[in-house]
């Protein structure tokens, strides 16, 4: 059913009210005068003529029982009632075929003689309208019932639902049954509630699943914490207590705490970052970053760890005129991410190739690096906070697994994107991208 407003309900309720009691009163009318006048009928002008003419015609027996006894029979005959009256209003002759006289009505008519009033007749007929007027009473009856059931039906009960709905949206109870109307303002306030509703519980949804994660998240930080604490506590006792007794020892001791502290250090960075990037708003301070130097930078800072084991990092395709606008830092540090983590998935002597270049409105760059490359597994769910794969991405590599988690959201908070892949030539192959910096002149 197409929807109506209920403007255009409340007219077409009027115009029930008014038409339907006519409908009846004049199908009434057909079918008892088997016509559409509403004159009197042909027959009863005829009887009414006759019995006038009959009792003008008889003014002098109008006394005459004998008379007034064949007026009775007339009068009988022909379902009629008659009072007769002097000029002075006193009652010569009366009859009624009916003591109900709220069905009758009547012709009243003067009889003159010499110039002078001699007498008044009252004529009394059935009233022909009796059955239309009750018709039309009936059918006003029957279009409010039609009325009200129809607006109890598709106004008052839809509202009444919709009430009980919202008080259960407010209690909690987002599981409720909305109603439905063919009243346009009605199935508006419908869409709205659900709509509401459903936004409600796609927001109840979503604080489940970051409260999981958050605990997810804060058992897995306690663990990777506790394990380098643990070892951290245990050379520092052992140097303590004068395990390490001989200069070489010792400087195996203060190496091991060298890099479990750096280790350490690292956690708190990575967590502090996603922390920043999932949680708080973050704000970039934005200027004109020129990423092929950005990435030098970042190159520069990893030569160091990638030279331990041998690993190439060979820049291929740095084009010209890759400016973008972005936080320079947070740019550093997604690049940062992703360089340190294609660096500690690279076997001994392996090669890393970067290449940045412009891509009509945007800059894009690739990380390839010759390791073993994503699973299949690994492709679908890489950037989710703390996964690491069991062959490629375990803790002996360092890290809580939140590097290409929070590379993505800083490169996506620029308007750009990320993914990965598999090179054709083997090994993990990063693509991203930023929108292209348009100098003006």
């Not at 009210?17 to 002008?45: C, E, G, N, R």
């Not at 934005?286 to 160091?304: E, R, Y």
């Not at 760059?365 to 890489?382: A, C, L, Y």
């Amino acid at each position: 059913m197409r929807p109506i407003r209920i403007r255009t309900f409340s007219i077409l309720s009027l115009l029930l009210i008014l038409m339907l009691p006519w409908v009846f009163y004049v199908t009434a009318h057909l079918l008892t005068t088997k016509s559409l006048s509403f004159d009197t009928t042909d027959a009863q002008q005829v009887d009414l003529k006759k019995m006038s003419q009959f009792i003008e015609t008889n003014t002098e027996n109008w006394t005459d029982p004998k008379w007034q006894d064949d007026l009775i029979e007339k009068l009988q005959a022909l379902d009629m009632g008659v009072e007769i009256l002097t000029e002075s209003n006193q009652e010569i002759f009366r009859f009624f075929p009916e003591e109900d006289r709220s069905f009758i009505r009547s012709e009243q008519f003067s009889i003159m003689q010499d110039g002078r009033l001699f007498g008044r007749v009252i004529i009394f007929q059935p009233n022909s309208r009796v059955v239309q007027m009750i018709m039309a009473f009936t059918g006003l009856l029957l279009a409010f019932f039609i009325i009200g059931y129809v607006m109890r039906r598709f106004i008052l009960k839809p509202l009444e639902k919709m009430s009980l709905a919202v008080r259960q949206v407010a209690e909690g109870d987002l599981d409720v049954q909305l109603p439905e109307s063919p009243i346009k303002e009605i199935t508006e306030v419908h869409g709205g509630i659900q709509i509401m509703t459903d936004s409600l519980q796609e927001s109840m949804q979503k604080q489940v699943e970051l409260e999981e994660e958050r605990r997810f998240i804060i058992a897995a930080v306690a663990h990777d914490l506790r394990t380098p604490l643990f070892a951290l506590r245990g050379y520092l006792d052992g140097l303590e207590k004068g395990i390490a007794d001989s200069p070489d020892k010792q400087a195996k001791y203060l190496a091991v705490c060298k890099e479990k502290s750096a280790q350490l250090a690292r956690l708190v960075e990575e967590l502090f970052t996603f922390t920043k990037t999932e949680y708080l708003e973050m704000e970039l301070k934005k200027n004109t970053v020129n990423l092929p130097l950005l990435l030098q930078k970042s190159i520069d800072s990893l030569n160091p760890l990638a030279k331990q084991n041998n690993i190439s990092i060979i820049e291929k395709n740095f084009g010209d005129d890759c400016m973008i606008m972005g936080d320079s830092y947070l740019l550093e540090r997604a690049m940062n991410n992703l360089l340190d983590n294609a660096v500690r998935h690279t076997p001994h002597s392996g090669k890393i190739f970067i290449q940045c270049y412009k891509d009509g409105n945007k800059v894009a760059f690739t990380i390839h690096d010759t390791g073993k490359g994503f699973s299949s597994d690994e492709i679908h769910h890489v950037f989710e906070p703390l996964y690491r794969g069991e062959a490629s991405r375990n803790r002996s590599t360092g890290g809580i697994g939140l590097g290409l988690t929070i590379s993505r959201r800083i490169i996506r908070r620029h308007g750009g994107d990320l993914v990965v892949d598999n090179h054709s030539e083997g090994g993990a192959l990063i693509k991203g991208w930023i929108p292209a910096h348009c100098s003006t002149i």
